[in-house]
């Protein structure tokens, strides 16, 4: 069974940093590609940043030189630092595996606000 469990959410002021974690269990974490998405109140659900299993990352044009996602396979874990938050990166973070049809998390809130 693939559980996965969000970690660091919170509210931060603009301009502020947060980290996010994930710990992963019930896969093979160190050959899986693994994703963070989010959701906004009343959006769709966006892709934000993915990381292969060799630690080759891709991210969303709107996050990209502010975030940075990693991950520690010893740890069976994954991360996502997020650096100049915006108010418009306000939302619930997933941690996923295997896409839209895969496994997510619970889902930690971000919120970025004066």
């Known amino acids: 069974q693939v559980q996965l469990v969000e970690s660091g959410g919170g509210l931060v002021q603009p301009g502020g940093s947060l980290r996010l974690s994930c710990e992963v269990s019930g896969i093979i974490f160190s050959i899986s590609t693994m994703n963070w998405y989010r959701q906004a109140a009343g959006k769709q659900r966006e892709l934000v940043a993915r990381?292969?299993?060799?630690?080759?990352?891709n991210y969303a044009a709107s996050v990209k030189g502010r975030f940075t996602i990693s991950r520690d396979n010893a740890r069976n874990s994954m991360y996502l630092q997020m650096n100049s938050l915006k108010p418009e990166d306000t939302a619930v973070y997933y941690c996923?595996?295997?896409?839209?049809?895969?496994?997510w998390g619970q889902g930690t809130q971000v919120t970025v606000s004066s």
């Open positions: 996923n595996f295997g896409g839209d049809s895969g496994s």
């Open positions: 990381i292969t299993y060799r630690g080759i990352p």
